[in-house]
């Protein structure tokens, strides 16, 4: 029965719903028309605030209780300066509060009104009241701390700061910090999401979404320009979120100070007197009049709408949440429409940035793009290096490759690490790297099912796709002034933002796309070929998309590089192939004799799908045909995640499974012949290089040799059919002399051309040169006139 009574009641604005959506489109279509036929902009005014004083406002509504517990805390914090002041607003209470105040708080300026004009309209009368240049607007269950004061002042640096919000903790200090005072913003799924972060580690002057209502300080002057708090979204909530969004499209900054503290009693005056329903209504109604007054650029807005029948919709069969709209909710905020379009006439005249733009700024890594004052070449790079896999222990070779830079480019930079682990266990293994870095970061990558249905992103793309490492990210950028984002993979291409003074660079591992077409020429059902042909065909198109907009990319060898040419010819410029896929030579020794005769090596990471392959197919066409010859070979298979032994069908004396292995010189000193049967996948293989260092003679297929070499017996004998490859290693079980020259040539080869100590060299140098090339570009534009924002 509640069911049948709510789809009952909830039937007309069900059924109303995409009539009122596609009238509001319309209403706001005719007012960006107009206003591109009459444009109406306002002119940025940015006087420096006087900071010798500030005045405190203070809205109140039947609150007498607590400005009682309160307000003292207040009064002791502004004393000592007597041109500070402290305004109380009366909404027209009916509990004696103005009594109160005048008889207890003589000094207190109180403006009594005769009726509620809400917390909006009694804020922005105390701002017109006030008469100092810096406005404090704190709620009337606000605590603050005796020195709060001067920290908020020191946060108007210049004449671009809007307003600083303090760092708020609730007065149980057992209770979730659902509030912080360091806000963020963004725009998902068509409409706007806001929370406050905890992050202990912002202990500075920090950007910011927007200032907290009732617990940041103000310029007056740019306040009051916005037009203050707007009636739009009476009777309360999203007036400050409205607020600090303006400020940013206006060009101005809002900041977080960490070390002005105050205390809130959560929604103490605002539950007190409203129902839990009323209030999330409150919330979905003027999040969606947010959207009608600011979101300006159409993509947005035309996603929006979309989203909000799809929640109505949803809503109406499946019930009320607080992460959907409802068409009640709908309805109220179509009841607005006239003052919203008035809003939005407004909005667009204050607006000196895009939508886009204004999203970006409040994130620490585009502020500091924006803002800070940066070096052309400075003395001593400061790089973020970006792993979204464990680098140490190294178990696989792209841990390799990372270790390996990582610790070179420590010694010539400042470095910073942010790495993504599975579980909080790998992090201890990471210390002797975390030592030679300045700052280090890790995170837990949550194991949560990802839904791919319909999505035009790849796997993997949408699986590190994580909100939290983006703020890590935009955090240390800010934070550690960086000036190289250093990206891992494909997928982590996805943060490389849209920096005009700092350099983003990308290690393509391998080339995502052309790993996933290789696999598409391997046996399988229909229904794994069906899902390989739709992942190639998201890779190809996110990759060459996300490519376009780094400035430095790496790759394993020419090969990919010329791959990724043959696609995209203009990226040629930006891509370098002799910076990364290295190894440190110096930590292996080359030996030539002393091997245990008729022995094999296997060696990779399982977790990886071109291992597998490769092992599966040669233990089931090579090896058969070497043990038919030789009974007694044995092959020797190192890695993690080893696949178990009954998965194998070699006899038990002919297979040994040692798993991974930390230290690898023995492995590669003890057996006789190291083969590298790799069928699929892009980039260069790590353990080639490797037994190149060492000595052990290799037989490989070309696709597996791809990046180092396709000259048979130059540097390594290749083979690609079952019996080829067999021969090779019968040829070298029975003539271990055979290899000499060509191992010989393999390890003058690896020490030249593939040493990490050389490459990590050329890659600052390279790092020096286009970010000077980079910055430059940015600075010569202002000679003439100011870059576009």
């Excluded at 400005?67 to 000592?80: D, N, R």
């Excluded at 979120?241 to 100070?257: E, H, N, S």
């Excluded at 099912?449 to 796997?459: A, R």
Aim: hydrophobic residues 40%.
């Amino acid at each position: 029965m509640a069911i049948l009574r709510r789809l009952l009641v909830g039937l007309p604005f069900f059924l109303l719903s995409p009539i009122l959506l596609c009238a509001t489109l319309l209403c706001l279509l005719a007012v960006d028309l107009c206003y591109q036929i009459w444009p109406r902009r306002r002119r940025v005014a940015n006087p420096s605030p006087s900071k010798k004083s500030a005045s405190v406002v203070i809205p109140n509504w039947n609150g007498r209780d607590l400005l009682e517990k309160y307000l003292p805390s207040v009064v002791t914090a502004m004393q000592g300066n007597p041109d500070n002041e402290i305004i109380v607003v009366d909404n027209g209470s009916s509990d004696g509060s103005v009594a109160f105040l005048k008889q207890r708080f003589p000094n207190v300026r109180v403006i009594a009104l005769a009726k509620n004009v809400g917390f909006g309209g009694g804020a922005n009368l105390g701002f017109r009241e006030a008469k100092n240049d810096i406005v404090i607007l704190l709620n009337s269950d606000m605590r603050v701390a005796s020195d709060f004061l001067a920290p908020l002042l020191e946060g108007f640096e210049d004449d671009q700061v809007f307003a600083v919000s303090c760092q708020i903790f609730f007065t149980d200090p057992d209770k979730l910090r659902q509030e912080t005072g360091l806000t963020q913003g963004w725009w998902r799924n068509g409409k706007l999401g806001v929370r406050h972060r905890v992050d202990d580690q912002v202990t500075e002057l920090f950007p910011c979404f927007y200032p907290g209502g009732g617990s940041s300080a103000y310029d007056r002057r740019k306040f009051l320009e916005l037009g203050g708090f707007d009636h739009l979204y009476q009777p309360f909530y999203f007036e400050d979120t409205d607020l600090g969004f303006q400020a940013w499209k206006r060009g101005w900054k809002v900041y977080y100070q960490p070390r002005s503290h105050v205390w809130h009693e959560h929604r103490a005056t605002i539950g007190k007197h409203f129902s839990a329903p009323y209030i999330q209504s409150v919330l979905h109604k003027n999040q969606t009049l947010f959207a009608w007054k600011n979101i300006h650029e159409w993509d947005r807005l035309l996603s929006h709408f979309f989203h909000a029948w799809a929640d109505a919709t949803l809503s109406y069969f499946a019930g009320p949440s607080p992460e959907r709209i409802s068409g009640q909710a709908l309805f109220r905020a179509f009841v607005e429409i006239p003052r919203a379009l008035a809003s939005r006439w407004r909005a667009h005249s204050l607006a000196t940035l895009t939508d886009t733009e204004a999203f970006r700024r409040p994130l620490g890594g585009y502020f500091r793009d924006r803002f800070h004052a940066m070096e052309i070449r400075p003395e001593r790079l400061s790089v973020l290096f970006v792993s979204p896999y464990p680098i140490c222990p190294p178990v696989h070779g792209g841990g390799v490759f990372m270790h390996g830079t990582a610790t070179m480019l420590a010694k010539l930079a400042d470095l910073h690490l942010i790495v993504v682990l599975d579980e909080e266990w790998q992090q201890e293994p990471h210390q002797q790297l975390v030592d030679r870095c300045v700052s280090a970061s890790f995170l837990v990558r949550p194991d949560s099912q990802i839904f791919g249905f319909g999505s035009m992103l790849p796997h993997a793309v949408r699986e590190y796709a994580n909100q939290d490492l983006e703020w890590m990210i935009h955090r240390t950028i800010y934070l550690r002034r960086v000036d190289v984002l250093q990206l891992e993979y494909t997928h982590m291409g996805q943060y490389a933002g849209d920096y005009r003074r700092i350099l983003k660079a990308l290690f393509e591992h391998d080339v995502y796309f052309q790993s996933v077409g290789r696999s598409l020429l391997q046996p399988g059902s229909w229904l794994k070929k069906l899902q390989a042909t739709l992942e190639y065909l998201r890779a190809i198109r996110y990759e060459l998309a996300m490519l376009e907009t780094i400035d430095q990319i790496q790759t394993c060898s020419l090969q990919n590089k010329q791959y990724l040419e043959s696609f995209s010819p203009h990226l040629a410029p930006r891509i370098e192939e002799t910076l990364r896929a290295g190894i440190d030579t110096s930590y292996y020794s080359f030996s030539e004799h002393g091997r245990e005769p008729d022995t094999m090596l296997f060696l990779g990471s399982f977790r990886h799908l071109p291992n597998q392959e490769a092992l599966d197919w040669f233990t089931k066409a090579v090896l058969p045909r070497v043990v038919e010859r030789r009974p007694q070979a044995k092959l020797v298979i190192i890695g993690s995640d080893p696949p178990p032994r009954h998965s194998l069908p070699a006899k038990d004396r002919n297979v040994e499974i040692l798993g991974f292995v930390e230290d690898l010189r023995q492995a590669f000193a003890r057996y006789a012949v190291f083969v590298c049967p790799i069928l699929s996948g892009s980039g260069v293989r790590v353990k080639l290089l490797e037994a190149f260092c060492t000595g052990i003679p290799v037989v490989s297929t070309r696709l597996g040799a791809e990046g180092l070499t396709d000259v048979d017996g130059e540097i390594c004998f290749l083979a690609d059919t079952p019996a080829d490859f067999a021969k090779r290693i019968l040829d070298l079980f029975d003539n271990p002399h055979l290899a000499t020259e060509i191992v010989r040539r393999a390890h003058r080869y690896v020490t030249a051309e593939r040493d990490i100590r050389r490459m990590t060299e050329r890659l600052v140098h390279s790092y020096r040169q286009r970010l000077a090339e980079k910055r430059l570009a940015f600075v010569q534009p202002a000679l003439g006139s100011p870059p576009q924002r």
